[in-house]
Nanobody, 116 residues
Framework: QVQLVESGGGLVQAGGSLRLSCAAS????????MGWFRQAPGKQRDLVAT???????NYADSVKGRFTISRDSAKNTVYLQMDSLKPEDTAVYYC??????????WGQGTQVTVSS
């Protein structure tokens, strides 16, 4: 089992930046894939970005070129650098840890609000 704690959300103006952090309770290199998802009010939870144990990254088309997922294995932390934020990026952002065995864990979420 793994616990995930997100931080770094907040209110920012359009065009601004935020960096989200997700601290894991165990080595992130033991987790098959970690990622960020987001859920806006009344909408489903969607993938934002993922990074595999080998370091392969994947992004939703809507954030390519603006968001960057990275990790610090010494701190067991995954980051999401969000630049050029848009009002449509407003959502609760969730950290996810996924094992290829099927285990799936979520953080409590952090609110990101982008004002126009």
């Amino acid at each position: 089992q793994v616990q995930l704690v997100e931080s770094g959300g907040g209110l920012v103006q359009a065009g601004g930046s935020l960096r989200l952090s997700c601290a894991a309770s165990r080595s992130i290199l033991s987790i098959s894939r970690m990622g960020w998802f987001r859920q806006a009010p009344g909408k489903q939870r969607d993938l934002v970005a993922t990074i595999t144990r080998l370091g392969t990254t994947n992004y939703a088309d809507s954030v390519k070129g603006r968001f960057t997922i990275s990790r610090d294995s010494a701190k067991n932390t995954v980051y999401l650098q969000m630049d050029s934020l848009k009002p449509e990026d407003t959502a609760v952002y969730y950290c996810n840890a996924y094992y290829y065995s099927g285990e799936n864990y979520w953080g409590q979420g952090t609110q990101v609000t982008v004002s126009s």
